[in-house]
């Protein structure tokens, strides 16, 4: 069995001196004098004794030797590490001691390291009353001044011995979390010849942690400029400096470089008081406050929780502390740590915060702020919010305007608090059902809580249920005057996304606008934009701006910028951009990429990336999938598995949705105007339509726009079949409709149904007319086959070809277009094989044979003779001459 020997004892026998390399704390008890007056000797003594039990109990915990004894003790450690341990614990001590004696008792505590001469007093001596063992040398008065500096519950270190320190910072254990360094400055000690830096070392809550006052036998050093002599030089450059720079006095000194918008990393709750609701309540509250600010930036949790599953540390099981949230912070960018703790002190709760530099970890700043009971702590939180932010270098009156009081902004009920904290932690974590429990708890505890009916319009939207998004959106706008400004223009965008394209972009560019860093909200414009307007290189160029280190959901907008690229002709660029977007694993189902692949016709690739996707489990999301199936069969020419995927989507789609019934309805029209017109082709469409103008007229329906579409769809589809009057009849019913010219894709599918009927009556010229002005690079892609057709009905062949090169070359467009939540998909992609065809007969009607057989092979090369539908396949026999090639064999 080992016994406990204390290292820092000295084994040498020498009784002469024998120079060591040893650590010294004095740890000096305050106003003990007055503590003997006031409770008299007995009482005081039975206090002392107790006192010296535990310290001396401390020094055997920590292998310290007990050197000597007057109000204090002088102790002997072997390393600083040993001599900061033994003094955190020895203040932590001193204050349950206070407690339980009902008697204020503090200490100051100096700690240094050096050469110190050591030797045993001769036996006899001892037996006298010396001391057994003498410790001398320059460390033990700087130790002294040091203590005699400190304020009462005050560890100051030498900087020699807090560099030490800080290497062994781990070795503190459980103690290590709650310790905190700041330096001091530079001071000067009477009889020491040169200058000490001076560290404090404490527990926020217990340590004053802050600059120690001037002494007699210790001053803080002072440059030359603040020196007496320099001062009226320094009133004359002032004074210059306030008539040119005024605006500088708001702007408090800073020692990170903290520049505006940049970021800062908020730690973990350090909770003193053992009231386990105060955990996630505090640290979200302190993050709502800092976050009205548009001067500081909070990486957010989401970031947080990728970074340290980066570091190969699981999530839910890592507290972000000092060490871990300067990594973070160092991999994130950020400029700052901010740790925050709470505790009871005098019977008060402190809240306090430091602001940490991750490259050292060491303490820039510390404030705190403390009220009477649980009701003062988020008045607690609104004062560290203005401290925090002010030392970051915000200005007075910028903190002042863009701050309001958290009880006025959230709740005033700290439980209801706690239940939001705890659902935007389950949102981040992915338990979307937990959330929308903990999002209801907090408004039933405060039916005023503005901010949880948002977050639950927010996670509702996510998951496609609109309705319930919606009446959560009511319920918080009318509860605007509880939101902070930022929050007001989140739930104002997040509104206008109900609402026309027109207020969608101002309100979500407003919010870009003003908060600059708000990556949501550029992503979400330009995904706006895409959907409603078709103008993919604006997009491009707006969600550039939502790709950044400091967003978490990066890879959706590389998702995002991988579908805009695609539609705008840059097939490069979108696979660079879904690559990034499935490095982060966030490529939603990956139908992105069977549509990339398949736009270059690399059909064996689309099929493997089809075998990928991952499906979502929402039945609204998951239907999407058929769209790509259908198009991808179009587009390699099998028709009947084409026709066979629409009626099985059709299927889905009536079990997920009204609406996405309604899609795939038109999907399978679509594709049947071209391999089966006729007169029962003719009957479906009229009773699509009657569909499509019910759903127009039904006052719940919240996609009016797409039944609004999916009207003039309706009209086109008669009109192609030869259905003049049935495409004039549906035309009539909406052609006034004031939300026409709200939205591109309905005023460019009206244009089409008014052109194909134009030409339904030879008037090419009416034709051209419609569809002519809407050509603007954010057209429908099925503009260009209007196009096609009109030149060619007005007899101007070489315009009609560049239509229809247009078409077969734009197929990333034919893919990736939205049109109407992607109706037009399959058709587009027919279209964009058939426009070889219609390439042929123009070649043909020009008498250009050569071109007319070489654009004949290349179809029939892409579409299967065996698979071709017969209105296709007469139009291929039409363009063969008599005698050159074989009949086409029958399709079967």
């Known amino acids: 069995m080992n016994a406990l020997v204390s290292p820092a004892e000295p084994q040498s026998t020498n009784r002469q001196g024998a120079p060591l390399l040893r650590t010294l704390a004095l740890c000096d008890l305050v106003d003990s004098t007055g503590l003997v007056e006031r409770l008299g000797d007995q009482l005081a003594a039975a206090l002392l004794r107790r006192h010296d039990r535990l310290t001396r109990d401390l020094m055997l915990v920590h292998q310290g030797q007990e050197i000597d004894k007057t109000d204090g003790f002088l102790i002997l450690f072997e390393r600083p590490i040993h001599a900061i341990a033994f003094a955190l614990d020895y203040q932590r001590e001193l204050v349950r001691l206070s407690q339980d004696e009902k008697v204020i008792l503090r200490a100051r505590v100096g700690v240094h390291v050096g050469d110190v001469v050591v030797w045993q007093n001769e036996p006899a001596d001892v037996v006298h009353g010396a001391k057994p063992m003498e410790v001398e040398g320059l460390v033990k008065p700087v130790t002294a001044r040091l203590a005699s500096l400190a304020l009462p519950g005050q560890i100051l270190v030498s900087g020699v011995a807090a560099s030490l320190a800080q290497r062994a910072h781990g070795e503190l254990g459980a103690n290590a979390d709650r310790t905190r360094w700041i330096n001091h400055g530079r001071y000067r000690f009477k009889g020491v010849p040169e200058p000490l830096v001076v560290y404090e070392v404490g527990e926020a809550g217990i340590a004053p942690l802050r600059l120690p006052p001037y002494s007699g036998k210790a001053w803080r050093e002072v440059p030359w400029w603040r020196r007496p002599g320099t001062m009226f030089i320094e009133v004359g450059v002032a004074a210059a400096a306030i008539v040119l720079g005024l605006w500088l006095l708001l702007r408090p000194p800073t020692a ?294 400091h967003y978490p959901r990066s890879g959706n907008t590389h998702y995002l910028l991988g579908t805009l690229e695609l539609a705008n002709g840059n097939p490069r660029q979108a696979q660079v951009h879904l690559d990034n977007a499935k490095a982060v694993n966030a490529h939603e189902m990956g139908l992105r990429f069977v549509e990339l692949a398949a736009s270059e016709r690399r059909f064996a690739d689309a099929d493997k990336a089809l075998s990928e996707i991952r499906l979502s489990g929402l039945p609204t999301n998951d239907v999407g999938a058929h769209r790509v199936r259908i198009a991808l069969a179009v587009d390699r020419g099998r028709w009947r598995a084409a026709l066979q995927k629409a009626d099985e989507a059709e299927v889905d789609a009536r079990n997920a949705s009204p609406l996405a019934a309604r899609i795939y309805r038109s999907t399978k029209l679509s594709l049947q105007s071209i391999a089966t017109p006729g007169v029962e082709f003719g009957r479906e469409v009229e009773a699509y339509a009657r569909i499509e103008q019910a759903a127009l007229r039904d006052s719940e329906n919240r996609d009016r726009p797409g039944a609004l579409f999916g009207t003039f769809f309706a009209s086109w589809l008669a009109a192609r079949n030869g259905d003049t009057a049935l495409a004039k009849r549906v035309l009539a019913d909406v052609s006034g409709d004031s939300d026409v010219r709200n939205y591109r894709y309905v005023a460019d599918m009206a244009a089409l149904a008014q052109a194909q009927i134009a030409l339904n009556g030879g008037d090419a010229a009416a034709a051209l007319a419609a569809l002519t002005p809407r050509v603007d690079g954010a057209e429908l892609y099925l503009l260009h086959v209007g196009l096609r057709d009109a030149q060619r009905a007005a007899g101007a062949l070489d315009k009609a070809a560049a239509e229809a090169q247009w078409l077969a070359q734009h197929r990333g467009r034919a893919y990736a277009e939205f049109n109407a939540d992607e109706t037009l998909k399959a058709l587009n992609v027919a279209e964009s094989n058939l426009a070889v065809l219609s390439e042929a007969e123009i070649a043909d009607a020009r008498g250009d044979v050569s071109i007319r057989a070489q654009k004949l092979t290349a179809f029939l090369r892409l579409w299967p003779e065996e698979e071709l539908p017969a209105p296709l396949r007469r139009r291929a026999e039409a363009l063969l001459n008599n005698g050159e090639r074989p009949q086409l064999r029958q399709s079967e």
């Not at 705190?368 to 009701?375: I, K, L, Q």
């Open 256 to 549: 990170i470089a903290f520049a505006e918008r940049d970021w800062v990393v908020l730690g973990d709750l350090q909770n003193l008081t053992g009231q386990a609701a105060f955990d996630d309540t505090l640290r979200t509250a302190l993050r709502l406050s800092v976050e009205q600010s548009r001067y500081v930036n909070i990486v957010s949790d989401l970031q947080v929780r990728d970074a340290i599953s980066r570091m190969r540390r699981d999530p839910k099981q890592t507290r972000v502390d000092r060490e871990v949230g300067a990594e973070i912070a160092l991999r994130e960018g950020a400029r700052a740590l901010v740790l925050t703790s709470v505790a009871e002190v005098g019977g008060k709760l402190r809240v306090s915060a430091e602001i940490i530099d991750p490259k050292s970890q060491a303490t820039v700043y510390t404030d705190s702020a403390e009220g009477e009971g649980v009701d003062s702590l988020l008045v607690s939180v609104d004062r560290i919010n203005q401290q925090l932010r002010s030392r970051l270098g915000e200005s007075l009156a910028q903190v002042g305007a863009a701050s309001q009081p958290l009880a006025k902004v959230t709740t005033d009920n700290l439980d209801a608090l706690r239940a939001y904290s705890l659902a935007r932690k389950a949102a981040t974590e992915g338990s979307r059902d937990t959330a929308l429990d903990l999002y209801e708890q907090a408004a039933r505890l405060d039916p005023k809580f503005a901010l949880a009916y948002l977050g639950r319009a927010a996670l509702l939207l996510g998951s496609e249920d609109t309705p319930g998004a919606y009446a959560d959106l009511v319920r918080a706008q009318a509860l605007r005057e509880r939101l902070t400004v930022r929050e007001q223009l989140y739930m104002d965008a997040l509104a206008a996304s109900f609402g026309k394209p027109a207020d969608i972009r101002k309100k979500w560019s407003l919010l870009g606008e003003m908060y600059p860093d708000h990556y949501p909200a550029f992503a979400n414009l330009a995904h706006f934009i895409y959907v409603y307007e078709g103008r993919f290189a604006e997009a491009i160029t707006i969600a550039g701006k939502a790709v950044s280190p």
